[in-house]
């Protein structure tokens, strides 16, 4: 009577050996090149993150290469070269870790707006800022490309702006985004991915650490919840990108402002240790 037990036994732990596989955690390392500002390149430097994500938590470590000049610039506007960035949406609480003075500061999470309010306000803002005129346009190409192995299709997208005189209505300044890259719509690790970027958008206001793509262009005007209906239309995940921003003068001529570009080092879908997302008893808390 227990023979044919077996091998139902066997398949059953065969199941759960095969779940556990594939829920692993994910592991991405980017790198992020700011060209400078104008001719002259202005603050030029390279950023380097490594991302950690790990059911509802997550770990970015951030590092600026920049020259001497810069960092001491950056420094100088509160910026630090390398930091630690560590997201408990479990427990509503984000820790920001100076791991070159082994320091960390805790803070809890701002609730998520309510329903509805982020339109209002971008209908708001819209209202108050009459000076400025925002179009958009984006569409998906039939390139594909494999990065890391994975197939990308490259998507396109404009961004205007265009700064009028609030008198009588004549263009003033006009600045152009204009976004490329290769997106990614599966590979292993995306799900966690997407996973935690929707609880993280349910649950808290906390700006996003894992956007890294269009966000991009919505963030540098501050257009991010007028943008989020066209931004949807992308889905998908930036395995290399680039936005160049131009700006128009009056007289016809246009200049180049800067080039921030960025593409992912490498990619892992592995399980990680529970201590990575916590913050370590040798650091120690501000203040103390």
């Known amino acids: 009577m227990s023979c044919p037990a077996i091998p139902l036994i066997l398949r059953l732990g065969a199941l759960v050996a095969l779940v556990s596989a594939t829920a692993a955690d994910v592991h991405l390392e980017e790198e992020l090149t700011h060209s400078g500002v104008g001719s002259r390149r202005a603050g030029a430097h390279k950023t380097v993150r490594r991302i950690f994500v790990k059911g509802l938590r997550q770990r970015v470590e951030t590092r600026i290469e920049a020259s001497a000049a810069v960092a001491r610039q950056l420094r100088d506007q509160g910026r630090q070269l390398q930091e630690c960035t560590i997201l408990q949406l479990d427990s509503a609480r984000v820790y ?165 570009s960025r593409r992912v080092l490498s990619l892992s879908h592995t399980p990680l240790p529970d201590s990575l997302f916590s913050v370590s008893p040798d650091l120690r808390a501000e203040g103390e």
């Open 96 to 260: 920001a870790v100076d791991p070159v003075q082994a320091r960390y500061t805790l803070q809890n999470l701002p609730a998520a707006h309510k329903a509805g309010a982020d339109a209002q306000a971008a209908a708001a803002d819209a209202g108050a800022d009459a000076s400025r005129e925002i179009h958009f346009r984006s569409r998906v190409l039939e390139d594909t490309l494999r990065l890391h192995g994975i197939l990308c299709r490259r998507v396109a997208a404009e961004l205007r702006a265009r700064h009028l005189n609030p008198v009588n209505g004549v263009t003033v300044r006009q600045n152009r985004y204009l976004y490329q890259a290769w997106m990614a719509e599966e590979f292993p690790g995306l799900e966690e991915i997407r996973r935690f970027r929707e609880r993280q958008r349910q649950t808290t206001a906390y700006p996003s650490l894992l956007e890294g793509g269009l966000a991009q262009m919505g963030n540098a005007l501050e257009e991010g919840d007028r943008l989020a209906a066209e931004v949807e239309a992308l889905a998908g995940f930036p395995m290399q990108s680039e936005l160049r921003v131009t700006a128009t003068a009056t007289t016809g001529r246009t200049t180049p402002v800067f080039t921030l």
